[in-house]
């Protein structure tokens, strides 16, 4: 019996060939060739400020929260229902993270709560867009502007997707905040193993991005011949990829066209099929403002038992299907530390959702196979 794993890296073929340039050119550390070709894609096709590759979506959101300052009893506000890297990144400099329920049609952070989450203390807000899915940017870049907070887009999930604000204009994920952190994991849309992007859409941080990036030195600026020498200026780390890992991308986001077909004729095979259950399973909600890119495809059944029952019955018949997030406020490591209020719906996302195999290789056929299974139980 053939066994549907939950996610299958993609590659383009092109992968290898990049990577022999690379070495060919006799300059694989960081910001070769192919780092350039990267953030000129990123910066031309999205209009991104300016992008800077890093090793991980967690390198990225830490040197946000470095170039914002954050220091020891500063808040940052972001939701539960999300990947550890949102609120490590900010704990590694001594934040307290308040977090916000999710909202009930679907697992991102209820905006209209944000702003009862507020106090002196409060440095920034970091959505993020669960499924690719974007929160109500406007909302959030109001009610940051009005208590003059910085924003954070964790878009680790959300290559190719976008949020059409109040004023009409379709803006990309990540180009709305003052900054914004990719994700290149193997489980996204578009994969390097490992990688991940720092936005800065601020110019306040542009420069200094550039630094911390480069251990605390002006070696950037170096490189560009701007300055003679180069030396130490500032805290920081190596958050750049090496640029074999950059070769790697860049033969995946030239194919990101082709890539997003076929992810989204998938995810609409599932929606189509799957419809007919929606009284036993809620189905993915896009709201009007937001746009999809088939990152992925969950369904919120209506107990933890039942889900437990769900998943082994797929598993038994081949299918891999995986629950998600596991509420962070109730986490072994911040559970202590967590003063605030109960957040039903995280908990209940928790228990209840879980995603299906979703891949570019997926087969009609699979689809099929994945559908039937759920409805045979
Ligand atoms: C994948 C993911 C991350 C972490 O990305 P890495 O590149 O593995 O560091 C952070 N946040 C969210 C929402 C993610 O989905």
């Known amino acids: 019996m053939s066994h549907i794993p939950f996610n299958k890296p993609y590659l383009t073929g092109k992968e290898i060939d990049y990577i022999y340039q690379a070495v060919q050119s006799g300059k694989i ?6 780092t350039k070709k990267c953030h000129d894609f990123f910066e031309k096709k999205y209009g991104f400020r300016k992008c ?3 090793s991980s979506c967690t390198d990225a959101l830490e040197m946000a929260a470095i170039l914002l ?3 020891e009893g500063d808040e940052v506000i972001m939701p539960s229902y999300t990947f550890v890297s949102t609120a490590t990144a900010f704990v590694l400099r001594g934040a307290n993270i308040i977090f916000c329920d999710s909202r009930k049609d679907h697992p991102g952070m209820d905006e209209d709560q944000i702003e009862s989450l507020i106090t002196k203390r409060t440095k920034a807000i970091v959505p993020v867009h669960y499924g690719g899915v974007a929160c109500d940017m406007d909302k959030i870049m109001a009610i940051a502007e009005k208590h003059g907070l910085y924003v954070v887009e964790d878009a680790a999930q959300c290559v190719e997707s976008y949020y059409t604000g109040k004023d009409g204009i379709r803006k990309p994920l990540g180009s709305i905040g003052h ?9 996204k849309n578009i994969q390097s193993g490992e990688g991940g992007m720092l936005v800065v859409n601020d110019p306040q941080f542009a420069e200094r991005a550039e630094v911390i990036r480069e251990k605390g030195t002006n070696r950037s600026k170096f490189f560009r011949g701007e300055v003679d020498k180069y030396g130490w200026c500032d805290i920081g780390s190596s958050f750049l990829p090496s640029d074999i890992i950059a070769a790697f991308l860049y033969a995946q986001l030239e194919n990101v066209e082709d890539i997003q077909k076929k992810r989204i004729s998938i995810w609409n095979k599932y929606l189509e099929l799957l419809s007919p259950m929606k009284d036993r399973f809620s189905m993915p909600v896009i709201p009007a403002y937001a746009s999809n890119n088939a ?6 059944c209506h107990g933890l038992a039942e889900r437990t029952e769900i998943i082994e019955h797929l598993k038994k018949n081949g299918v891999n299907s995986v ?5 962070l406020h109730k986490s072994p490591f911040y559970e202590s530390k967590y003063h605030g209020k109960e957040l039903p719906e995280t908990d209940r996302y928790t228990d209840c959702l879980f995603r299906l195999p979703m891949f570019y290789e997926l087969t009609d056929a699979d689809i099929n196979k994945v559908v039937t299974t759920l409805n045979n139980k």
């Open 29 to 34: 550390s960081g910001d070769g060739m192919f």
């Open 52 to 54: 800077l590759l890093t």
């Open 69 to 71: 300052n954050i220091k």
């Open 179 to 187: 900054m914004a952190a990719f994700s290149f994991h193997e489980t």
């Open 295 to 300: 990152h992925m495809f969950y369904l919120v």
């Open 323 to 327: 629950y998600h997030y596991l509420s």
